[in-house]
């Protein structure tokens, strides 16, 4: 099965459609978010700058994030195909993922954006709450994301949280990020004809809907 990358605005979806692909297909899920959340909690001075970055809505140094992703990329579970969810966020992230993928005669993968609106993500971001053992994703407002009892993960039992870069200034932030540094990685992929774009205002099984499609075709 080819790699797939999620590209996306903050809050479109890319955590939540991840697990499900994960669970489709078995691929090991790569999260930027969740690794440099896992480096923080060492509450040591790189765990710290981590910290006040995410906290500022800006991007953490690239070399961090280089390391940690290719160093992931060579465990033996990804070897049949990886979900990459919030990298490469930028060209420099964009050009070193593409020579590493060279160097280790890996196929480039499936590069989908997911399609969403300023306002509508801005609403998912009050209402989410997740799983901090497990990383299950739940949203309080949307009927189909909400956790079965409150402030309790479906899956396995522990309290739910709120995090801390999802306030609205944050997340201003975080969208001016992604503008000014991510979209010229999708912008890219789309100049190669390599991009698939996804309408992610939908309904949750409906945005899953449209990627299966893409990955049959993909991966015929
Ligand atoms: P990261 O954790 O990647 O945050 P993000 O990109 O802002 O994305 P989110 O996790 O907020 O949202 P998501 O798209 O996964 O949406 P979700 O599925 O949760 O990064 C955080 C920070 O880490 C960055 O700001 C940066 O500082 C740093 N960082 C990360 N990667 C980096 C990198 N490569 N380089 C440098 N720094 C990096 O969904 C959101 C909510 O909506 C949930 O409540 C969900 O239930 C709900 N929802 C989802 N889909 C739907 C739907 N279709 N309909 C209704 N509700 C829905």
């Known amino acids: 099965m080819k790699s797939i990358i999620l590209i996306a605005p903050p809050s ?3 955590g939540t459609i991840s697990k499900m692909l994960c669970e489709k297909y078995h691929l090991p899920h790569i999260s930027t978010g ?3 959340r896992s480096a923080v909690e060492n509450d040591d001075e790189q765990g710290n700058y981590i910290k006040q970055q995410m906290n500022l809505g ?17 465990d033996n579970d990804c070897a049949n195909g990886y979900i990459l969810d919030g990298f490469p966020r930028n060209l ?10 060279i160097n280790e005669n890996k196929d480039l993968g499936v590069n989908i954006l997911l399609d969403i609106s300023y306002e509508q993500a801005k609403g998912r971001i009050l209402g989410r709450v997740s799983c901090p053992k497990c990383g299950t994703v739940y949203n309080i407002y949307t ?9 309790i993960c479906d899956k396995c039992g522990s309290d739910l949280i709120r995090r801390s870069d999802d306030t609205e200034e944050v997340f201003k932030e975080r969208y001016a990020t992604y ?24 309904e ?14 993909e991966n015929d």
């Open 12 to 14: 479109a979806g890319k």
């Open 58 to 74: 800006k991007l953490v140094s690239d070399d961090i994030i280089i390391s940690l992703v290719e160093k992931r990329i060579l």
């Open 179 to 202: 503008l000014n540094e991510t979209k010229p990685v999708a912008d890219y992929f789309k100049s190669q004809n390599r991009l698939h774009v996804v309408d992610s205002s939908i």
């Open 143 to 151: 009927s189909d994301a909400r956790p079965k009892v409150f402030g």
């Open 204 to 217: 949750i099984s409906k945005v899953f809907e449209q990627i299966e499609r893409i990955l049959e075709k």
């Open 34 to 36: 969740d690794l440099l």
């Open 92 to 101: 420099t992230q964009l050009k070193k993922y593409e020579s590493f993928l």
